[in-house]
């Protein structure tokens, strides 16, 4: 038995580049479909790509390390970089996002 499971670990990497991902991505899809969570999520009435729990992870995260800066790539229509920077002010930080995407 020890041997099939020493076996099988081996093979993890090469099934985590192959088939792993179609299958992590395919899970991925089928979560936003069935819930619909992404579709509905809203920060200030913009919509924020991003799962709830992720948020109040991160934000959580943020909140205890106080980071000087945060850069998030690719913000989609700009919710959760407009989430970031409304925390950042009540944790009484300065901010300084794109604007183009959320209008203020």
């Known amino acids: 038995m020890k041997f099939v499971i020493l076996r099988l670990r081996a093979l993890v990497p090469l099934y985590r580049k192959t088939v792993g991902r ?4 395919l899970f991925q899809l089928d979560l936003i ?3 619909g969570n992404f ?3 809203r920060w ?3 919509p924020v790509w991003q799962n709830v729990l992720d948020l109040w992870t991160i934000q959580e995260a943020i909140s205890t390390v106080r980071p000087a800066l ?3 790539c690719g913000t989609n229509r700009g919710g959760s970089a407009t989430f970031y920077a409304n925390l ?3 944790m009484g930080g300065t901010r300084d996002h794109d604007r183009r995407r959320t209008g203020e």
């Open 22 to 25: 179609v299958v992590q991505r």
């Open 33 to 35: 479909e069935r819930t």
């Open 39 to 41: 579709a509905d999520v």
């Open 44 to 46: 200030l009435g913009t």
């Open 70 to 72: 945060l850069i998030e």
């Open 88 to 90: 950042f002010d009540l």
